[in-house]
């Protein structure tokens, strides 16, 4: 009798408004690759080739927001046809550094920026890709950890839930035995708000954390809004301070101002 040969996971990979560099980090797990490639069938992921296959997909990996409404159709195409859908980065999460738009008139800003903004179809906001349809789990960072993601896919080939941290930066920070910068040279911080991720990089170079991973679970933001007034900070500065990659996710944080 012959032996029966065990289908691979069929995986997806799609890109919506974004730069592509959470795609890169898949393919940036130069040392996993070999072992991936060997577990899953990755059978849709133009960053990588151009040969693609129709679903079902066993598992799909989404980066980008939705910024048109061809975007907003696409989406419920790639939901219908997913087993499981993941998201990963802070567009596709939380609508990205492009969510700056739902702060002002898109119109004005497509007048200013294109010579012929006729020819740019735009919806007014960009949303994360949860605003459209059910996600299974979100994977956040601009960009992802290379960790994060390998532990994601992992755990929906076994089928258990991903073991991701939900603490703050902070505790990041005294597990690599940083200095605080606040608190040391009253450099302005987001690392107590800011979801783990990325290693507490930028503090470990002095740098104060500016959120590209998003809010943790446990955000007290009145709490750290005066903290980031006592560094000398305006309300407006703090703001702009929270305006960055994650914009959609810390704007309902942020301090009232004079454009609310």
């Known amino acids: 009798m012959a032996a029966t040969v065990r289908r691979r996971p069929r995986v997806g990979v799609f890109k919506f408004a974004s730069c592509d560099g959470c795609q890169l980090t898949l393919l940036d797990c130069e040392d996993e690759l070999l072992a991936l ?15 693609v296959q129709p679903g079902p997909y066993d598992l799909s990996l989404v980066e ?41 008139d898109v119109e004005e800003y497509r007048a200013i920026v294109y010579a012929r903004p006729d020819y ?11 605003a459209h349809v059910p996600v299974d789990f979100e994977l956040r960072g601009c960009p992802i950890d290379r960790g994060q993601l390998l ?26 035995g940083t200095v605080c910068v ?19 990089l930028c503090p470990a170079y002095g740098r104060g954390c500016y959120g590209c991973f998003g809010p943790s679970a446990s ?16 309300d ?11 914009t959609s996710a810390f704007e309902p ?6 454009d609310e």
């Open 182 to 200: 606040t608190v040391a040279r009253g450099t302005p911080c987001l690392g107590p708000v800011t979801h783990a991720g990325c290693g507490a």
């Open 253 to 258: 944080l942020a301090p009232p101002g004079e």
């Open 64 to 104: 980008g927001s939705v910024t048109t409404a061809a975007d907003a159709e696409r989406i419920l195409q790639v939901r219908a046809a997913s087993r499981r859908l993941v998201t990963i980065g802070a567009c596709a999460t939380a609508g990205g550094v492009q969510a700056l738009r739902d702060l002002a």
């Open 120 to 130: 740019v179809d735009t919806l007014a906001t960009s949303t994360p890709i949860s």
């Open 219 to 234: 955000v007290n933001m009145p709490a750290m809004i005066p903290l980031l007034r006592s560094d000398g900070m305006s």
């Open 37 to 51: 490639g060997q577990a899953v069938e990755v059978v849709h992921f133009l960053e990588a080739s151009s040969s």
């Open 151 to 176: 532990e994601v896919v992992t755990a929906f080939l076994a089928g258990r839930t991903p073991d991701v941290p939900r603490h703050s930066v902070c505790f990041a920070c005294k597990r690599r």
């Open 236 to 246: 407006d500065e703090v703001r702009r301070f929270l305006r960055t990659f994650n």
